[in-house]
């Protein structure tokens, strides 16, 4: 007859030997359990921290080796990318306890005694990690770093609310402005390159390419015009498309018997079926029409043009109002170095029909003639990857040069070429102008080099993001802390994370790449 009473639970003491053997096994049962748990829970609150380790780790080993980069190209030193292909962590965990119980009995009194053991609980952990690293030195990677870089890059950062000058001075190699004359066309260019500084015989001071210094003074002051115009909602990126056959002979027609039929007259071009409409979709194609009637297989290609705002109608024209844009910048204190000269009014002039990116049919005009419809046609050619991200290593020392020094910018060829465009009153004006100083000529928030890399840490700088030391040279990301509060407060490391994103389209992927030179 059973006596109801749970299993873990002492019957009387006339059943001692079958109570102890359970109460034992319940309490070693207990302790295992409470053993498993304890290592289920250790599961998830491991997984955390080694996530947050890991992804830590990768963040400063990618951004000490974009630095580092920067540092071999401010040496002109080839630079060399690595990339991680995976990581692959195994966790193993186990538990085992060993134990052991008793209970004695008194000698003189049976109804006296107590249960008495021990155990020993041990748990395991291992963590076997694995990482692939991949060389990034096959053909298209290289391809990748020497191309330009895709115009639709940039736009899609400015649409993502990029600052335009950062994209402008980091991305861009040079405007070229193409000018249609009575004998032709007159293309001028204006780079983005700080003039080199020599030595004068006695040491010092710095003299500097005169030509040189013009160009990139105006390349800053259309940077600056551009970021004003951005600001204030009056820089306008709109997006047309154009339909590009890819053979014009290869019209889809009927047979040559069918066109040229009985009656001799031509019938209408063959009509794509469904299944050749779908198949082009499939590879980014469309089927058109062209001026005869003849279907053509081609693409649309997007033409994004950037436009000034506000705009007015002259004429049967809708253009930018530039005189309303230049007034209301003369007007702001911060554009105070452009309310000098005719700069202003000329690069407003240049960009008054939009500008746009070099690298499509959009550099040419409707006819297919390298000269411009209009009168001036404006166009952004782009840097290579390593190209900008040479530029930003290298931009520090020139620019700090051109700041110590403060030379005197002549006038630029193009706005010589220009003047006699001007009302004759306006031409002695600014024929008997003074040559203003660099500083005097680009505004404040542009006075700054393109990545400030090198130099001892200084105290008025805040925390740098990350820090190296090569060839006796300490390379940092880092903002000063007298810039808090301005538009230039981040400047740095906003620069360091554009070209960390640029970057990024260097990727591998592991499945094509030779196992062979995989490093594990």
Not at 8 to 21: K, L, Y
Not at 62 to 69: A, F, G, I
Not at 228 to 235: A, I, N, V
Not at 396 to 425: C, G, I
């Amino acid at each position: 007859m059973k006596s109801g009473l749970p299993d873990c639970v002492v019957r009387p003491a006339v059943q001692f030997s079958q109570p102890v053997r359970r109460g034992s096994i319940c309490l070693l049962l207990f302790l295992i359990t409470l053993s498993a748990l304890g290592l289920t829970g250790c599961g998830p609150k491991r997984l955390r921290a080694d996530f947050t380790n890991y992804e830590r780790s990768y963040a400063e080993t990618s951004n000490r080796e974009l630095l580092l980069n920067l540092a071999r190209l401010e040496n002109r030193e080839p630079t060399y990318f690595f990339k991680i292909g995976s990581i692959q962590s195994l966790y193993k965990m186990g538990g085992t306890l060993t134990g052991n119980g008793s209970y004695s009995i008194s000698s003189s009194n049976a109804t006296v005694g107590g249960p008495a053991g021990g155990g020993s609980p041990m748990a395991t952990y291992e963590n076997d990690p694995s990482f692939t690293f991949i060389p990034v030195n096959d053909q298209t990677n290289a391809e990748l770093l020497l191309q330009q870089v895709p115009p639709n890059t940039f736009y899609i950062l400015y649409e993502q609310g990029w600052r335009v000058d950062q994209l402008f001075r980091l991305m861009v190699d040079r405007v070229e402005l193409t000018t249609k004359t009575k004998d032709g066309c007159d293309i001028e260019t204006i780079r983005n390159l700080p003039p080199p500084v020599y030595a004068n015989a006695s040491g010092s001071p710095y003299s500097h390419n005169q030509d040189a210094l013009s160009q990139y003074t105006t390349f800053l002051r259309i940077s600056a015009i551009l970021y004003w115009l951005q600001q204030h909602g009056d820089l306008l990126l709109r997006v047309t498309y154009d339909f590009v056959p890819y053979d014009t002979n290869a019209a889809l027609k009927e047979s040559q018997n069918d066109q040229n039929g009985p009656e001799g007259n031509n019938k209408p071009s063959k009509t794509p079926s469904a299944s050749d409409i779908i198949t082009a979709s499939s590879k980014n194609a469309v089927w058109e029409k062209d001026k005869d009637g003849n279907w053509l297989l081609g693409e649309k290609v997007q033409h994004p043009v950037f436009y000034l705002a506000p705009i007015k109608k002259d004429g049967t024209t809708i253009t930018a109002d530039i005189d309303r844009i230049e007034t209301d910048i003369q007007n702001d204190p911060d554009m105070g170095e452009m309310s000098k000269g005719p700069a202003l009014h000329m690069v407003l002039t240049n960009l008054v029909n939009g500008f746009t990116i070099t690298g499509s049919s959009t550099s040419q005009n409707t006819t297919g003639e390298l000269c411009p419809a209009s009168s001036v046609s404006s166009h952004l050619v782009m840097r290579s990857l390593i190209g900008l991200m040479a530029a930003a290593a290298q931009e520090q020392t020139p620019f700090e040069a051109l700041m110590n020094n403060n030379p005197h910018v002549p006038m630029s060829d193009h706005l010589k070429k220009r003047l006699p465009l001007l009302p004759e009153s306006e031409q002695e004006k600014w024929k008997n102008l003074p040559e203003p100083t660099f500083s005097s000529a680009v505004p404040a928030f542009e006075r700054i080099p393109l990545l400030r890399l090198k130099g001892e840490p200084k105290s008025e700088e805040v925390s740098p993001i990350i820090q190296v030391s090569y060839r006796g040279n300490i390379y940092r990301i880092a903002d000063l802390k007298n810039a808090d509060g301005t538009e230039n407060q981040y400047w740095n490391r906003d620069v360091f994370r554009l070209i960390n994103e640029l970057t990024s389209q260097v990727t591998v992927d592991i499945s094509k790449f030779p196992l062979t030179t995989i490093l594990q």
